[in-house]
Structures are given as C-alpha cells and as structure tokens.
C-alpha cells in the first residue's frame, strides 16, 4: 500500500491578508499547495492520504471560508480516500469534554475521520496504530505497539522552527522497540529523527506561514507499506520567505537574487551584521540592520512591555516610520515562534 502523509494545513481565516483570487492570501496559497499534493497523488496512482490533525487552526473558532475550502477540497477529490484525526487546533474544549471541529467530514463519503485509537490491519501485513490528539493519548502510545504509529503530539527531541526543543511528556525512548516508523504531526518544521530501529518523521507544516518559517522546505510525505520506504516530497505553489545575508562582498549578488526572488512573488529581506552601504536598496527591500551598536541608557528598562521594547529599539536605530509597523510585525512573529504560540 501507497498512501501520502500530510499534517499541519492550519486553514484559517486570515482576515488581515490581502485578497488573492478572491481568498486571504495565506488561505489561498495553502488551497492551491492542497490540491497540489492530491494532484500529485492522481497522478502516481496514490489513492490514499492522511491528514495527521490540525486541519483547522482556530481551536474553539471555525472561520466559515476555511471551513467551506476545506469541504470543497474534499467534494473535489471523490476519487481520492482521505483519513483523518483531530491535532490540538481541530478541538475545542478540554479533557473528555472536546468536541472536533472535524465532525463537520462525518458524512462525506471518502472521508474516515479516526476519533479514537484505531488499528489498521490486513492479510499483507498492514499495521498501522493511528491515535488522534487526546487527554489519553500518550499513555494509549506508551502502552501500545504497531509496525506504523500515526498521530499528533510534541516528542522531546523534536524541535519547533526556531530550533528549541520543549519538553514533553513523551520521548524517543518510549517509542523505540514499539513501532518501527512513526509519523507525526503538531510541529511545524519538517523533521526526521532515524535510530535505533526507528524512523520517526514530522510532515511539518505545507507552506511557510511566517518570517518564523523562512527557507524550510516544506514537504509532505509519500509512505510505502510494502517498502517501508517514506519519500519527501516539497509542496509547491504559495510564497516563500527568504532571508539573505549581506557582506561588502556579496553585494551585487545577493541584490540580484533578492530581486530574483522578489519578481517570482516571494518575501524577501536583507540582513546586514557588518556595515554595508545600503542607501541604494533601502527603499525596495525591508533591510535588518544588526551591526552591533551601543544601546546602554537610551530607554529601555527591563520592566518595559515587550511592544514597548521593540518600539523603542526601532526608535534607537532610526527605523524608518514608515516601516516600523513591519519590523514590529516580524519581531512579534520571530518571538511567537521561539516561545511556540502557533
């Protein structure tokens, strides 16, 4: 059996975004990545992909327009089976007391959505344990055991996009000896841990949401049963976010590939760590200006908001007014993204 693993979609309404083709425009860029991956699975003969959770990003909100991309996405695909289950942002409520915003795939024919733990198995020797976001989950993980395990949880060696592992309440050495691949959703960052006789992957996320997700290469998986080979596959069609670093020497190139990168319709910044004549590019590229300076005793005190601190740091280095409001946005989004709130 051949079946593609994808995770993390996070449709949401994204009512600050401009309108592209008559959707926010991160709501329709991660459209168009679906339909790219299903397209992919028609055409290599794929009839299966699972969804391993966060479908939806709102938790207790459901956005109407995303709610309606995402069954339209399903009624579109008929020929295609999809499996499904709930991540953390697909329910609302807590403990026992959840209720999915899933439930609303119930009655589409070629969509089974997994609410409780369920095993896969066949005469060929498939075995796949598949456990949905749950109060009881990790110790339905812990205390179970599968060829192929399928869910949607932060292991401790796994890593969000900043790089910083949080600690978590289940770990490789409760896997190992229990299940042979694992594929996960909840982290963002595409990722893969293989050892020990395990091969443990996090799909990651299918398009770069944010500055906090620049240059990965976001991917979802391709997974074959019978091989036990898992294939990764970048997804393609949605703006990506690149960050270049800029020296006295690689000036005209990086001004070249930025403005490469900025015709395909991508966002780009340049980031500067040493001083580097930037009047000439200023006006057409948000610029990152992190020479070291002195910044002792111009105002910032360590009771100071977090906003008030970033506002006052643009004030000191003599951010342009105009663009303030943009640099504020991508601190804001690097620290969210290193604290974890996604």
């Not at 790219?36 to 909100?61: F, M, P, Q, W």
């Not at 456990?131 to 192929?148: L, R």
């Not at 991917?219 to 069609?237: A, K, N, Y």
Request: contains cysteine; negative net charge.
């Amino acid at each position: 059996m051949k079946f593609a693993y994808t995770a993390d979609w996070h449709l949401s309404g994204y009512t600050q975004d401009k309108i592209v083709n008559g959707l926010p425009e991160r709501l329709y860029e991660k459209k168009v990545v679906q339909e790219n991956i299903a397209n992919y699975c028609r055409l290599n003969e794929i009839k299966t992909i699972v969804i391993g959770g966060d479908l939806l990003h709102n938790k207790s909100i459901i956005y109407s327009l995303a709610q309606s991309i995402l069954l339209d996405f399903f009624r579109e695909y008929k020929d295609l089976d999809f499996i499904v289950i709930d991540g953390n942002h697909d329910l609302s409520g807590k403990g026992s007391d959840v209720v999915s915003a899933l439930k609303s795939l119930d009655n589409e024919p070629n969509v089974r959505r997994i609410s409780k733990a369920t095993r896969i198995t066949d005469e060929s020797g498939l075995d796949i344990l598949i456990v949905p976001y749950s109060d009881d989950m990790i110790n339905i993980i812990k205390n179970s055991s599968a060829k192929y395990l399928i869910s949607h949880f932060g292991l401790n060696e796994g890593t969000l996009n900043s790089g910083v592992s949080i600690i978590s309440d289940i770990g490789l050495k409760d896997l190992i000896g229990k299940y042979q691949t694992v594929l996960l959703g909840h982290y963002h960052k595409p990722q893969e841990i293989i050892k020990n006789g395990i091969e443990l992957y996090y799909s990651g996320s299918i398009t770069q949401n944010d500055w906090g997700e620049k240059e990965e290469e976001k991917r979802f998986l391709i997974v074959d049963t019978e091989t036990g080979l898992v294939q990764s596959i970048p997804t393609t069609g949605y703006r990506k976010y690149f960050d270049l670093q800029i020296t006295s020497e690689n000036k005209e190139e990086v001004i070249k590939k930025a403005r490469e990168l900025k015709e395909e319709g991508h966002n780009v910044k340049i980031t500067r760590k040493e001083e580097v004549d930037i009047d000439d590019i200023n006006k057409e590229f948000m610029v990152i200006d992190k020479v070291e300076k002195d910044i002792t005793n111009r105002g910032l005190t360590s009771s100071m908001s977090i906003a008030d601190k970033i506002n006052r740091y643009t004030e000191i280095n003599k951010i342009p007014e105009a663009k303030r409001e943009m640099y504020f946005k991508e601190a804001m989004d690097i620290i969210n993204a290193v604290s974890g709130r996604k």
